[in-house]
């Protein structure tokens, strides 16, 4: 029986010649991998952006097919405390490094979930061993690393990646696998993740088990209702039509499952879309409540009272600035 891998691991970059994004930081590895010498390295940005990717690929280009003997590789969410870096990582430091490459290499995946002793111990553990053993720390959130630790390394910042190069892999990775798209879909994708390749790959192949890849496809997938049904939530909101609105909002959580948290956010994203001509002191007024309902649904709030509250203040804003226009 054949397992289906999936795709984001599949199509993962194996070599630094293989990444089509971030090409700053690449050029820069590609010059490490050139010399044979590299500093500590600290790679920050959001997740899906390359950051364990370039690390893999950098220690790949290094040692060769059998860099796995030379390389260590730790999930610091998992493996937060000091034990491990006292333990795990000492005992790999002191192992024998490789001929060709005067040093071994040390992934801490997801760093920034260390806590604050272990961060101080692997300070020093970079420091005792620096002439054996190279460290890359890779974390979603710079401000969580201590500055000890920032201050020995050199730091790489990964950025969303653009419309063009998600788009195109998807497009690629659709082609191989012989998948039928919707352009539209793939856009629809992009809008979602943001710049987040690995959950924008996710996305394509839990998707395409409907057939074609569809809008109303990565909807369904993502549990998510369309812009459209919550665009007309709003707008009968703003127009006065609070129990229309209300009756709206109930039809969306029941059929799509969505939570609050999820509902907020959507109507966020519509405040600053184009399909509400508003007037810009509206914008921002919903903007800030929005924010508020948002942050009370999170501390623990009702999610149907908070988004009835929030469509009630709409619609009495929508007839003071929408009806002034009239």
């Keep these: 029986m054949e397992f289906e891998v999936l795709w984001a691991e599949k199509y993962r970059p194996k070599s630094l010649d293989d990444i089509v994004n971030q090409k700053d930081i690449v050029e820069r590895l590609k010059k490490f991998v050139k010399e044979k010498n590299m500093p500590h390295l600290l790679f920050a940005g959001p997740p899906g952006t390359g950051k364990t990717t370039s690390a ?3 220690v790949y280009d290094l040692y060769g097919e059998n860099y796995r003997q030379y390389f260590l590789e730790l999930n610091a969410s998992d493996e937060r405390g000091i034990d491990v870096i006292r333990n795990k990582v000492k005992d790999f430091a002191r192992t024998v490094t490789p001929q060709d490459v005067p040093f071994k290499t040390v ?5 920034d979930n ?7 111990a692997l300070r020093r553990t970079m420091e005792l061993y620096t002439e054996t053993t190279r460290f890359i720390l890779a974390c979603n959130y710079l401000s969580k ?14 950025y969303p990646l653009k419309k063009e190069d998600v788009i ?3 497009e690629f990775i659709a082609k191989n696998e012989k998948v039928e798209y919707d352009p539209k879909a793939l856009d629809t994708i992009y809008e979602i993740t943001s710049g987040d390749m690995r959950k924008a790959i996710n996305i394509l192949q839990a998707s395409s088990a409907y057939g074609k890849v569809t809008t109303e496809a990565v909807y369904k997938v993502l549990g998510m209702a369309q812009p459209k049904e919550i ?3 709003v707008k009968s909101a703003l127009q006065g039509r609070f129990t229309e609105a209300r009756s709206k909002l109930l039809s969306l959580m029941i059929n799509y499952g969505l939570s609050g948290e999820d509902i907020v956010k959507q109507v966020h994203r519509d405040i600053f879309s184009n399909e509400f001509q508003i007037p810009e002191e509206l914008r921002v007024i919903m903007a800030d409540y929005v924010g508020e309902v948002e942050y009370r649904i999170i501390e623990g709030a009702d999610d149907e009272i908070q988004l009835s509250a929030m469509l009630a203040r709409i619609s009495l804003l929508g007839q003071k600035y929408v009806g002034e226009r009239k």
């Design 145 to 158: 690393i201590i500055d000890p630790i920032q201050s020995r390394t050199a730091l790489f910042r990964f």
């Design 168 to 170: 195109s892999r998807l």
């Design 231 to 233: 665009r007309e939530m």
């Design 114 to 120: 260390m806590t604050a002793d272990a961060q101080q």
């Design 56 to 58: 893999l690929a950098l």
């Design 107 to 111: 992934l801490l995946d997801e760093a």
